[in-house]
């Protein structure tokens, strides 16, 4: 990838802030998977840009203890910049009571990714059948797809995840229940098949239909996400941030990184912000 110069990256940032007409209709724009069903997709590549294939970001969420609704934020360590939310929790779990080290573990911080697909088969939606949609997964598929682009798959599989053609391989994705989460570990690419309904004079129409990934994170500055957790979290009344419309997800359970989203150079601060080594440290510390 290019480097991106400092200015290049502020207006890639800025363009992310901008409200766009029917943004709160974008829900549909995702593929839902629900327990006890298999989903089967083809992944598709940024033809435009490669290194935008896949969008890589760390969020946090709970329920708002102010009005009830769901918060779901994204953390500026996706791009190496300090995060309130991140610092408050470190200084709650290092010199917090009791009572507050259990109250903030209901902020849950959560790592996700973003890859444009090709539906073949949704067995409860079948409208999204033969669509582009947008995967959103965790660590467990996080898993299976780098083991097929560069682990102990990749000679096999390799770039046969993103070709169209019968050469190609489909996504299996099989959501069971494990405990009180789903589990995509019985997830798994097959063998090359040729895509029902696609021949080569419509697979360039349905490379060009991807979805700008990064349009679907809304990003926000260090004071209005402390804003957001002083209403939100701590219910303080002169606060008049208002809650991000968040894109629901329903499973809990994920599990490592294929592309991240460009960094930007780390803030200068005057606090160092706590990693997630140096907090899980101190948790087995407790």
Known sequence: ??????????????????ETAGSSNKQKDFLR??????????LLPNMKDPTKTFLHYYSHGWNSLSTGQLITLVSPTTWNERDPIAEERYRVFRNGSEQD?????????????LVNCYVINDPVNEDNNNKVKILRFGRQLNKIIMDAI????????GPRIFDLSPKGVNLKIKVEKQGDYPTYVSSKFTTPKEVE???EDSFE????????LESYIAVKSYDELKDMLDKHYYCKSDVDAEPEVAVKEKSKAEV???AK?????????????????SLEKLLEDL
Do not use: H
């Open 101 to 113: 080290k259990e109250k903030i573990k209901s902020i849950v911080r959560t790592e996700r990714w």
């Open 261 to 277: 989203v460009a960094a930007a150079p780390s803030a200068k601060q005057s606090t160092p912000s706590p990693s997630d080594e």
């Open 197 to 199: 309904g696609l021949d």
């Open 256 to 258: 490592p990184v294929i």
């Open 33 to 42: 998977t629900e327990v006890g069903n298999t989903y089967t997709v083809r």
């Open 205 to 212: 129409k349905t490379y060009k239909s991807v979805y700008d």
């Open 1 to 18: 990838m290019n480097s991106l110069t400092s200015s290049m990256f502020e207006s890639i940032k800025s363009a992310l802030t901008k």
């Open 150 to 157: 560069q682990g102990e798959d990749a000679e096999e599989l």
